[in-house]
């Protein structure tokens, strides 16, 4: 396999060696552009494939070279988001599915945390509880929304239900772990300083389990993310992206459906990158991990 | 600095011993030992000894054992401020800095915010680290870390001062570095401290008195008393006398079997360098 | 306490030692007994509420109903055929993916041209969820086959290029060194000493991406499915037979259990004497 190098010399340099130098130093750039240069030229290298893509969408959907009624320009699709954004559909939707993930995730936490504290500092509730929770949490948690239905109706009730599921499991499984595996060293330490249960819990179990316990919270945000897309195309009454997305589907408008995708995509990237801030301030100076 | 109150340690008659598949494995068989206020013991001896066994029967982290631990008149019966442990690894707290480290230990004592704070500082400059104050663990080399973890062993100034091998972690010529440091400390606080280690130089050069244990069953084999002046010289002759005596007594791998009459090889090893002397368990 | 304690010390053998072995078989008992307790109860709190009533049949039927639901659709063999639909689909979309997911993965991790090309793009399609696919997938090849290989075969891709990624790039320089300083080819290199080593994490991803393949394909088959087990899942809610969805629904993780299980299992042997260094 060939493997270009990073950044590609002019020609003119490439064939002095069989010339000898060159003739005067304006041929090749001073170093400093030469490096900021060769940084925009990296960077723009992942642009090439979108563009190229965007190009080749467009001129085919405006030559009709496809014969589909599915086939929508990206100017469409622009379009519709516009329109769809001005009459603040797209608020809407987008506020009650945040607004339902939002109380799924806390109420999913806080029931997280406690369970997980309690598996995680007591080990008889642990391997009483433990395997069957385990069990529990490999059944793909989708399969419980028919079930979920019957017993909390179509609405927002048991979306809110299912999203706190969704967010629980992980929440206790890491909370649990994290208690669970505070190493006994420092444990004794803490013994050596008198310390009581309380102190011992809050200033040694807890800062020592907190990165596990924060991986259980960021998988709770996206977990509980992908289940409310999920419970709106199963639970279909009220409003939502994941509603945006069937009903565009169902009504065949493609340009619809697209523009619900590019807003799931870009609210999932915010998720994660809000998630990603707040690990940074959390834990920018001690190394991620007990030890 | 206010002085320190330094006691006096009595180990009497202690036995511990595990059972398993109903056979009892003794891990101390009947140790006794008195410690003087004041004096620096070293406690020496390979794996499985039971040294560092001993060591946290005094510093109270484990109960279980028959006999008597008693710190100035009063039984051991669980851990204290009074008593101070550095253990081999730092075991610093890695989400907080040096000073907050050693600050953790002084979260029960009678002390006020403005005194805990001194006491930090004072401690820090100690062991030498100022400047320091701020970096956290995963920012110190090892020496670093474990000096931080012995300011953090005497800042609520305990009357007894456990070491469980503080620098077997550490390479060579940090470990010197910080046996002189240790011996300094010690010279200047005056506080009783026990150290364990299997570093046949270190014990001699840090102690005024060596035990040395051997294993199965743990137990005292021999009390030597270290009459040297401080500060020593590892080159001294008598300090090397002192080493091939209690290097003797464990033996050598390697070196000819004991003869027919049960007395100790004669011949004298070549001498390895001194920085290198080791118990080669 | 030194008294007592030396004397109770002293005597190694008689009621103490029995009473010892006694109490530590309990213990053992107990613990092996435990982790059933939880169910049993639950089990028992279903059953008695069933009968007493305290529990309408239509939101929750009794565990006797559902195991001879279960029964008879494994007798008739629709359980058997409903599962095999769902199993083959799964085992399509999770090879097809991973072997794409593989094979993009490691031109990812091998040439850093095509990395700077291709990456960017692809970390921006991955921040759409499988599921936000579903819409648009349901309008360009409809309700079908399709629909569930791909759906599947992108679920299962995702994780296995990412880590396939992990793997390459993060092959010890070490290594890569000792191997240059024996006059390995660059193709010598990736295939003794990259690929090796980045088997673990490879293992990790398949076992990921094999767990959001079976999610993905529980999602679509209740969504937009006339076969399957999420389509009995469906089925019965819809003809309020709860019965029917609670057998689908234990079926359903039964085979995740096992599958997992089977997977665990693999990856701790492929991980089994590798240094804690090669872990993500």
């Not at chain 1, 500092?121 to 509880?129: G, L």
């Not at chain 1, 499984?173 to 013994?191: K, N």
């Not at chain 3, 090309?117 to 648009?136: C, D, K, M, R, T």
């Not at chain 3, 299980?261 to 993500?280: I, K, N």
């Amino acid at each position: 396999m060939r493997f270009l190098s990073t950044l590609r010399l002019p020609r003119g340099l490439n064939r002095s060696a069989h010339q000898g130098p060159p003739p005067c130093d304006c041929v090749s750039p001073p170093p400093r552009q030469q490096r900021r240069l060769a940084k925009t030229f990296v960077a723009s290298r992942g642009l090439l494939l979108p563009v190229v893509a965007l190009a080749l969408w467009s001129i085919v959907a405006a030559l009709h070279l496809v014969k589909s009624g599915l086939l929508v320009s990206p100017l469409a699709v622009l379009q519709t988001g516009w329109q769809q954004t001005v009459s603040g559909a797209l608020l809407r939707a987008l506020s009650a599915s945040l607004a339902r993930e939002a109380s799924g995730f806390v109420i999913g936490t806080v029931g997280g945390l406690l369970l997980g504290s309690l598996l995680g500092f007591s080990r008889i509730a642990r391997r009483m509880v433990g395997p069957s929770f385990d069990t529990f949490k490999q059944i793909s948690l989708f399969a419980w929304i028919p079930l979920i239905s019957v017993w909390f109706g179509l609405g927002d009730a048991a979306k809110v239900v299912f999203l706190s599921l969704a967010a629980l499991l992980p929440v206790t499984a890491h909370t649990c772990d994290g208690i669970h595996a505070v190493p006994r060293s420092y444990i004794e330490v803490a013994r050596a300083f008198r310390y009581s249960r309380l102190q011992l819990v809050a200033h040694v179990i807890l800062p020592a389990a907190l990165p596990s316990i924060f991986t259980g919270l960021y998988l709770a945000l996206i977990y509980s993310w992908l289940a409310t897309l999920g419970a709106e195309y199963l639970l279909v009454s009220g409003s939502g992206i994941g509603n945006l997305l069937i009903d565009g589907s169902e009504q065949f408008r493609m340009d619809l459906v697209l523009f619900g995708i590019i807003v799931v995509g870009l609210t999932g990237w915010a998720l994660n990158a809000l998630a990603r801030r707040a690990e940074r301030a959390l834990f920018a100076r001690r190394p991620f991990g007990a030890s | 600095m206010n002085a320190v109150v330094s006691e006096a340690l009595d180990i009497r008659h202690v036995r511990k011993r595990y059972l398993q598949h109903g056979t009892t494995l003794d891990v101390l068989d009947d140790v006794s030992l008195s410690v003087r206020p004041g004096e620096f013991i070293s406690v020496l001896g390979a794996s499985g000894c039971g040294k560092s066994t001993l060591l946290r029967l005094i510093a109270g982290l484990d109960t279980d054992y028959s006999g008597d631990i008693l710190v100035a008149g009063e039984p051991v019966r669980d851990t204290s401020l009074q008593r101070g442990i550095v253990f081999q690894d730092h075991r610093l707290f890695p989400w907080l800095t040096a000073s907050q480290n050693i600050l953790a230990a002084l979260r029960n004592a009678p002390l006020s915010a403005k005194q805990k704070r001194d006491a930090v500082a004072e401690h820090i400059a100690l062991v030498g680290l100022k400047g320091f104050e701020n970096a956290y663990p995963n920012q110190l080399s090892g020496g670093m870390a474990q000096r931080v973890a012995i300011a953090r062993g005497l800042v609520n100034r305990p009357r007894v001062l456990l070491l469980d091998e503080p620098f077997g972690a550490l390479d060579a010529l940090t470990r010197g570095r910080l046996q002189n440091e240790l011996q300094r400390i010690w010279q200047q606080e005056r506080i009783t401290m026990i150290l364990v280690t299997h570093d046949v130089d270190e014990a001699i050069y840090l102690g005024d008195r060596v035990v040395t244990m051997a294993p199965r069953p743990g137990r005292i084999k021999r009390i030597v008393d270290v009459a040297l002046p401080r500060p020593r010289d590892r080159g001294d002759a008598r300090f090397i006398r002192l080493r091939d005596e209690i290097v003797a007594e464990f033996g050598e791998p390697g070196t000819s079997p004991r003869d027919s009459g049960g007395n100790l090889p004669h011949t004298a090893p070549a001498h390895p360098p001194i920085t290198e002397w080791r118990l080669a368990w | 306490m030194s008294d007592t304690a030396i004397s109770l010390a002293a005597t190694a053998s008689g009621n103490s030692c029995a009473r010892r072995i006694a109490r530590a078989w309990l213990r053992s008992a107990a613990w092996h007994v435990a982790p059933w307790l939880l169910p049993t109860l639950l089990l028992a709190l279903w059953t008695i509420g069933s009968e007493r009533g305290w529990i309408a049949p239509q939101i929750l039927p009794p565990p006797a109903r559902v195991y001879d639901t279960l029964v008879e659709l494994a007798r008739s063999g629709d359980l058997a055929s409903h599962t095999l639909i769902s199993v083959q689909r799964v085992l399509v979309g999770f090879g097809i993916g991973t072997l794409c997911g593989f094979a993009l993965g490691a031109g990812l991790g091998l040439s850093r041209t095509l990395e700077a090309y291709v990456l960017p793009s692809f970390n921006a399609v991955v921040q759409i969820p499988v599921l936000g696919w579903l819409p648009f997938l349901l309008l360009l090849v409809g309700v079908g086959e399709p629909l569930k290989y791909i759906l599947i075969a992108h679920a299962a891709l995702v994780p296995v290029t990412l880590s396939t990624l992990q793997g390459f790039r993060q092959a010890p320089a070490t290594l890569d060194e000792v191997a240059r300083g024996y006059g390995y080819s660059r193709w010598q290199r990736i295939v003794h000493v990259v690929l090796p080593a980045a088997v673990p994490t490879l293992a990790t991803g398949v076992r990921l991406a094999f767990t959001k393949a079976w999610l993905a394909l529980v999602v679509v088959e209740l969504v937009a499915s006339s076969e399957g087990l999420g389509y009995l899942i469906v089925n019965g809610r819809q003809l309020f037979q709860l019965d029917l969805v609670m057998a689908a629904v234990v079926v359903v993780g039964a085979i995740g259990f096992v599958v997992n299980h089977l997977l665990d299992s693999l990856e701790a042997r492929l991980r089994r004497g590798r240094p804690s260094a090669f872990r993500e």
